[in-house]
């Protein structure tokens, strides 16, 4: 990425904490736009980004103001801004004035639960702008960890099986005298993690929150795959793997032509099988699944192609987005003609239950 690239980003990135809903395909035509019409012209620049970064009338005001600022005629183009320290925000709980019968007499417990706290159970697809920015520093605080699985290697460990060739060599260096006894143990070694992530329109509140989540993966240890289904399967795996967030996100924006468009899992999931699983991708891995379930197609089509992918992967995890959510039943035809074949069926629409999301991959 150019240094003209890295400042026209930049300021998509100052327009969204601003509250512009300025998503990853917008930052990419307004790149496209002005590599049309000449990053030296400010005049085109700015006529570029409207046509391209504002959604509604309500965001040219504050499209104006982000684009004075950054762009200063005085100053030419900006100059990094040292970042403020942030200051967490407390609340306290609200107390009952009488308590009630079930209440441990003795003193009352207060608890203070910080903003960081509070955006990191909410929901992803209702939070705004400047929160959504607040939110993807936070996923540098997800620690994920590779799932294992034995080889059929051994390695040298202080118990275990007695390594009885290590053994007796080890008594032949002593002419036959009794020496240590040497141990192992099978060895170990990360099991693949395959991502499947629904970008379909009836997800698109989520779906930046769910890149960021496998870029994150991505960068963890292990093998990880990553791939999105809507109507056309994308491997993403190449774009993720640049350690910026934000550049990788560009870069699969970039790579996917199906953004919020039409939910075509069984179709998706049957070329997935038929290309990738054929050559390994799949077999013996852990295959996480993101969506919500609806199904434009066929669903008995997509029941075949989980049972499919559940003989052969060695665990198959799906993530909904409302799985958390108070009143929630799968009901969606697409959930369930997957259910039977699911080993965990987790929630996944906060950062909390992403970190759960690891866990669950984690002990697979």
């Known amino acids: 990425m150019s240094d003209a690239d890295e400042i026209l980003v930049g300021f998509a990135r100052a327009l969204r904490a601003a509250g512009v809903p300025v998503t990853q395909d917008r930052t990419q035509s307004f790149v496209a736009a002005v590599a049309v019409v000449g990053a030296d012209d400010q005049r085109a620049t700015y006529a570029a980004g409207r046509a391209t970064l504002c959604g509604s009338p309500d965001d040219l005001a504050r499209y104006d103001q982000v684009f004075t600022a950054w762009f200063n005629a005085r100053d030419g183009l900006p100059r990094p801004r040292p970042a403020a320290p942030s200051v967490p925000s407390f609340s306290d709980l609200p107390a009952d004035e009488q308590p009630g019968s079930g209440d441990v007499p003795g003193e009352t417990v207060r608890a203070r639960a910080s ?11 209702t939070l705004s ?57 099978r060895a170990v070694k990360p099991r693949r993690i395959v991502l499947l992530i629904d970008v379909s329109g009836s997800m698109n509140g989520y779906a930046d929150a769910l890149l960021r989540l496998a870029h994150r993966m991505s960068q963890g240890p292990g093998v990880v795959e990553t791939f999105t289904v809507g109507t056309r399967l994308t491997h993403l795996t190449r774009a993720l793997h640049n350690r910026d967030a934000e550049r990788a996100l560009v870069a699969a924006g970039d790579a996917v032509p199906d953004w919020s468009g039409g939910t075509r899992l ?57 799985r958390g959510k108070d009143g929630y039943e799968p009901v969606q035809q697409g959930v369930l003609a997957a259910l039977p074949h699911v080993d965990d069926f987790v929630a996944g629409h906060s950062l909390a239950t992403f970190a759960e999301v690891l866990e669950v991959v984690a002990r697979a």
Do not use: C
Not at 132 to 138: E, I
Not at 284 to 308: I, T, Y
């Open 115 to 125: 903003a960081a706290e509070v955006l990191r159970h909410r929901d992803v697809a």
């Open 129 to 185: 702008a400047a929160e959504k920015h607040r939110l993807a520093a936070m996923f540098a605080t997800l620690r994920p960890r590779a799932p294992v699985r034995r080889t059929a290697r051994h390695r040298a460990w202080h118990r275990g099986r007695v390594d009885a060739s290590r053994t007796l060599r080890a008594s032949l260096r002593r002419m036959g005298e009794p020496a240590d006894i040497v141990w192992r143990r």
């Open 266 to 322: 069984g179709e998706t999931l049957r070329v997935f099988l038929d290309r990738w699983g054929r050559r390994g991708l799949a077999r013996g891995a852990v295959v996480v699944v993101f969506s919500d379930g609806w199904e434009r197609g066929d669903a008995s089509l997509l029941g075949e192609q989980m049972a499919r992918l559940h003989r052969i992967a060695h665990r198959v995890v799906w993530v909904n987005p409302h």
